[in-house]
């Protein structure tokens, strides 16, 4: 980038970190300074975290320690405010989701189901693809989009592994047959041409020009698959009530409110080739041990936790089995129960030896004596500390700082005032317009705090109005999940982020496409289907006398 740039903007390019790094804060300083509220202050420092954050001038988990310290520091929020959000519930779900992942790796089972994935999908992207998002949507409808995004992301990272390790030994197989049958085709021939044979001997074979082509299409596949995964989750999860914390929000909101490809063609030969070499693969590893049974039963125990605690439907097991249970008990809870087991489960079958053993050996008895009960388990802390990535967890809270000041301080309630003005428009421009600001907004902030704060001022919007509230409610409740420009807009992202396949402009160039396409579709249908389905051209008369208390 440097080499192509005129020469006038080299020095500035090669000083662009400096440069982002120390006259961001500088040129946004007027704000906090000629606008001294704890909204202007909290707005400054968000602003400043974000231009951080997208150019990544310091790593990612140095920028979002910012709020501990400038928060305090400009009288936005407390330090014990601050730090509580940075070990919440949502980061407890992820360290403990991951831990179960950490467990599934530690044990090859990734590898299992990414081989079992392989030979049915086949290995063709476009259908892998499109299998990891049906099952990835389809869990998100269910449990959260932070779990299901922590669950598949290693099935993902295994097949792609699996996919370039299988290319490899079929690439090499494809040499080795070309080099014998060169050999056998220059002993057949007489040696007329010294130049070629001394070309061969030397191993001077051109550059395939295709080799860095290939490169590029697997760095495409692999940051394709990965986000698909975390989009599918965020996509997934409006489709229920109890998929997304907006869609709860908006429940409750309303309940306050009214008070009453590439299928049927052939095989190529090299992917046959590859096809053969998955089951070779999958025959190496032989029938499954005891410790990858121990890990799938907890990993299969973990998502019916997950999927049982509260349907929605029916009463979950958290209601049926202790009191006040779905208040009291999160998603999270399951997840650290289940990572605690895997740190006492044993690694190999305990030996059960009785009281009265026989005393014929007695050096075999007592070294049987000595030893414990239980075995080694299936999961050991320093495996974790070197495999977790500790960073993403640190991303996360600042991004729960930033929404929880943002409330805190005002900040998101003024934004969410100036939006009243557009009761002028007609309806459908409104739901398209503020569809486009949640969008925009909720990659600053958590999902469900954008929610929180704005559907409130869009229902007495709606009601001063004269339009039905669920006209804007439900385009910005849908909106509010459409995070998939930065690693910080959404735990799945984060996760997705954590395995270092792609780059925060990756994620922004790929996210705008999806938030334009995502606003597009939920505009759509709430102007189509939405408004016979919930009868929408009519004010309701529960809003009505709602407004007159």
């Not at 903007?9 to 007027?30: E, G, V």
């Not at 909290?42 to 910012?66: D, G, H, N, Q, R």
């Not at 309630?413 to 569809?435: C, D, F, Y």
């Amino acid at each position: 980038m440097q080499k192509m740039a005129p020469t006038c903007l080299r020095p500035l390019l090669r000083y662009r970190s400096f440069a982002i790094l120390f006259f961001t804060p500088l040129l946004l300083l007027p704000l906090p300074v000629t606008v001294p509220t704890r909204e202007a202050k909290c707005a400054y420092i968000i602003i400043i975290m974000a231009v951080y954050w997208c150019t990544e001038v310091i790593p990612l988990a140095v920028t979002s320690l910012m709020p501990v310290v400038f928060f305090p520091l400009l009288g936005v929020q407390s330090s014990k405010s601050v730090c509580l959000q940075y070990l919440n519930d949502t980061n407890m779900l992820f360290v403990g989701g991951l831990i179960v992942a950490i467990s599934v790796e530690q044990w090859n089972l990734h590898k299992r189901i990414a081989l079992r994935v392989l030979l049915i999908l086949g290995v063709k992207p476009a259908l892998l693809m499109l299998g990891f998002m049906i099952v990835t949507a389809f869990l998100s409808m269910w449990i959260s989009n932070t779990a299901t995004t922590a669950m598949m992301v290693p099935i993902v990272q295994a097949v792609l592994e699996q996919m370039d390790n299988t290319e490899y030994d079929v690439t090499m197989m494809e040499q080795a047959t070309g080099q014998t049958n060169t050999v056998t085709e220059l002993q057949e021939k007489n040696v007329s041409d010294p130049t070629t044979v001394q070309v061969i001997s030397n191993g001077q074979v051109p550059d395939d020009p295709r080799s860095s082509e290939e490169k590029k299409m697997k760095k495409r596949i692999c940051k394709g698959m990965t986000l698909c995964v975390c989009y599918a989750a965020s996509i997934g999860g409006t489709a229920t009530l109890t998929g997304t914390g907006p869609n709860m929000v908006l429940k409750g909101q309303m309940n306050h409110f009214k008070k009453s490809w590439g299928c049927g063609t052939e095989r190529t030969a090299k992917e046959k080739a590859a096809y053969n070499v998955l089951k070779a693969e999958m025959k190496k590893l032989g029938p499954i041990s005891y410790a990858e049974f121990n890990v799938l039963i907890m990993f299969v125990l973990l998502v019916l936790l997950w999927f049982s605690r509260h349907p929605g439907f029916v009463k979950g097991w958290a209601n049926r089995l202790f009191p006040d249970g779905e208040k009291y008990i999160t998603d999270s809870a399951p997840a650290v129960f289940i990572a605690l087991l895997l740190f006492i489960l044993p690694a190999t079958k305990p030996k059960f030896i009785g009281w009265n053993s026989s005393m014929s050996d007695p050096e075999q008895t007592e070294e049987d004596i000595k030893k414990p009960f239980l075995p080694a388990p299936l999961l050991d802390w320093n495996v974790v500390q070197r495999k977790m990535p500790w960073s993403i967890v640190l991303l996360l809270g600042g991004g729960f700082a930033l929404a929880d000041a943002s409330a805190n301080s005002g900040l998101s309630a003024w934004l969410g005032h100036q939006m009243t003005p557009l009761g002028s428009i007609p309806p459908w421009a409104i739901a398209t317009v503020l569809s486009l600001i949640i969008a925009v907004f909720t990659e600053c902030t958590s999902n469900v705090a954008t929610a929180t704060l704005f559907l409130p001022v869009f229902s007495s919007m709606a009601a001063s109005v004269k339009i039905h509230p669920l006209y804007v409610m439900l385009p910005g409740t849908l909106s509010a999940s459409f995070a998939f420009m930065l690693p910080v807009a959404t735990p799945p992202n984060a996760i997705v982020f954590s395995y270092g396949h792609i780059r925060v402009l990756d994620m922004v160039r790929s996210g705008i496409v999806m938030n334009i396409i995502g606003v597009f579709c939920v505009t759509l249908a709430i102007n189509t289907w939405g408004r016979p389905m919930f009868d929408l051209d009519t004010f309701p008369t529960w809003a009505n006398s709602t407004t007159n208390q």
